[in-house]
């Protein structure tokens, strides 16, 4: 990292003075019943026992690009809850001298709001039982009392970054984490209720049943890297650049460009004319998968015109045939080789639709699992240099004119290698064509 992280100590008085908000780019706020009666009862049970100052954790910061504003990277959880615990006890006392970040703090997330309002009157039902003295020493003992490790970052990424690496209690921040980040933080122009749209619809992919880690583990990162004769095993942390571009809203863009800022308008202008209220027309972005990224709402469309895209293929009916099991389909190898597979047919459908389409996935299917075919034991090494050869059959889809020159490709089979028992269901199920070696021709 390139800032200097100086930690400082600060009292929650003093924290909540500050002009702190809540970024569009946060996870909803989630805490629930638990969580908030677990830091009430610390908060009080350290009162009681000595009523020395009590650490509440860390809460990292990054001071924003315009004004003195300073976005909860991380610990917005606890912020939240003690925002909404110490308004409780101010509005049941009638204090009207409250920090300012009581009154001043926005939440705008349609979860968030809710969880607030729950958690609110949780929090009521239990300060019930407290008498007003009572009240008092608890107010005066969070804001005086307890502090937090205040960490401040001028870089976002160094934030996210310093986030994810102490943040070994929670769940820590993923790849597609940090690029809603990078990518909301570059949509400024955009409406406030476009931005809780596109939240929205990223955390319903982002769930353990979404589409959005496979969509880009699996395929957008793996394709991309693999057309430029790169490794592309594991997307993390480390490779979010694979996904960063240009924003088309910024005055001067690149000659190169060119090019997609007039599909970009032209895109734009289309669905906004006032003919789209009487013929509700809607002209998609012409997204590629090898395109350079553009920066801001037009990523969020691509990954989600992939995720479609995925969903299609998967239940294509040329694809079924070749997507049942067979004895040993789960294993490592067959998987990394399927993965492969509807990586290779994506790119095809991406650049030439259904042209060709059922021999082409016959020729992607016999392409990607040769290595399965040929091997007792395929690891992701294998085929990802199988994959980032520049004679692979996805080299040869990206540089191709027209889908007849992909389906001049030919699939060969290797004479010296040892068959393999574990692959008689698989040959036996597909029957695979291995014809005459021309590929040393394309």
């Known amino acids: 990292m390139s800032s200097t992280i100086s930690p400082e100590i600060q009292s929650i008085a003093t924290l909540f003075a500050s002009d702190l908000v809540i970024p569009d780019y946060q996870r909803p706020y989630r805490w629930n019943e638990h969580n908030v009666a677990q830091l009430i009862v610390d908060i009080k049970s350290n009162y009681l026992i000595s009523g020395a100052e009590y650490r509440l954790g860390t809460v990292v910061l990054h001071t924003a690009t315009s004004g003195n504003k300073l976005e909860i990277v991380d610990g917005q959880q606890r912020t939240i809850t003690l925002c909404i615990l110490l308004t409780a006890i101010a509005t049941k006392l009638n204090i009207t001298d409250k920090p300012a970040l009581l009154t001043t703090i926005a939440i705008n997330h349609p979860e968030s709001q809710q969880q607030v309002r729950h958690n609110s009157a949780l929090i009521n039902m239990q300060l019930e039982q407290m008498d007003e003295q009572e009240l008092i020493n608890l107010y005066t003992f969070i804001l005086s009392n307890c502090s937090l490790v205040v960490i401040k970052l001028s870089d976002i990424s160094e934030a996210f970054q310093f986030f994810d690496s102490q943040n070994a209690r929670g769940k820590a921040l993923e790849p597609h984490d940090l690029l809603k980040a990078y990518h909301l933080r570059e949509m400024g122009h955009e409406t406030q209720q476009t931005k809780l749209n596109t939240i929205k ?242």
């Open 201 to 442: 619809h990223w955390e319903q992919e982002a769930t353990s049943s979404g589409n959005l880690k496979p969509i880009f583990a699996n395929y957008l990162y793996r394709i991309r890297r693999w057309l430029k004769g790169e490794h592309g095993r594991y997307f993390t942390n480390k490779h979010i650049d694979v996904f960063k571009g240009v924003n088309l809203n910024n005055k001067e863009v690149p000659h190169y460009i060119e090019t997609a800022l007039r599909a970009h308008i032209y895109t734009t202008q289309y669905n906004h004319s006032l003919d789209r209220i009487a013929d509700k027309n809607e002209l998609k972005y012409p997204h590629q998968i090898g395109q350079i990224i553009l920066n801001g709402s037009r990523f969020f469309e691509f990954v989600a015109h992939y995720i479609e895209q995925q969903k299609y293929l998967e239940k294509h009916t040329e694809l079924a045939p070749y997507l049942k099991s067979y004895n040993g389909s789960h294993r490592a190898g067959d998987n990394y080789a399927r993965n492969l597979f509807l990586a290779v047919v994506m790119l095809y459908h991406d650049k030439f639709k259904e042209q060709h389409f059922k021999q082409a996935i016959r020729l992607c299917f016999c392409w990607a699992y040769k290595l399965r075919v040929e091997n007792s034991r395929v690891l992701m090494a294998s085929i990802d240099n199988y994959a980032k050869n520049s004679s692979s059959l996805l080299n040869v889809i990206a540089h191709a004119l027209d889908a007849n020159e992909v389906l001049r490709y030919v699939v060969i089979k290797n004479e010296e290698a040892v068959s393999s028992n574990k692959t008689k269901g698989l040959e036996a199920l597909h029957g695979l064509y291995l014809g005459k070696d021309t590929n040393n021709e394309q």
